[in-house]
């Protein structure tokens, strides 16, 4: 499949590169802040709620900020999975 750079990638290194900026959504960046949160301070700063992820109905494209219902989970569940150490296959 093409790469927007005009290269071939195979559909591992394609889920590889999904994973990875749905993961991006949840890992805290260079200030400490979820995207996922937005600017939340509760949620991003408290420490009774900073550390509880949600998994929220569906995200801004542009930002990553959780819309949508918290509670109800469906595909972003997966995250949990994604968040999991992973053993690379040679």
Same mark, same amino acid.
């Given at each position: 499949? =093409?790469?927007? +750079?005009?290269?071939? +990638?195979?559909?591992?290194?394609?889920?590889?590169?999904?994973? $990875?900026?749905?993961?991006?959504?949840?890992?805290?960046?260079?200030a400490g802040k979820r995207p996922i949160?937005?600017?939340?301070?509760?949620?991003?700063?408290? =420490?009774?709620?900073?550390?509880? +992820?949600?998994?929220? $109905?569906?995200?801004?494209?542009?930002?990553?900020?959780? +819309? !949508?219902? =918290?509670?109800?989970? !469906?595909?972003?569940?997966?995250?949990?999975?994604?968040?999991? =150490?992973?053993?690379?296959?040679?």
């Amino acid at each position: 499949m =093409p790469h927007p +750079l005009g290269q071939y +990638l195979t559909l591992q290194q394609i889920a590889d590169h999904l994973s $990875e900026r749905l993961v991006r959504l949840f890992r805290r960046d260079e200030a400490g802040k979820r995207p996922i949160y937005g600017d939340n301070a509760l949620l991003q700063n408290d =420490p009774h709620f900073r550390d509880y +992820l949600l998994f929220y $109905e569906y995200f801004h494209g542009d930002n990553g900020r959780g +819309l !949508g219902a =918290p509670h109800q989970t !469906g595909w972003t569940g997966l995250i949990a999975k994604l968040l999991m =150490p992973r053993q690379k296959e040679g």
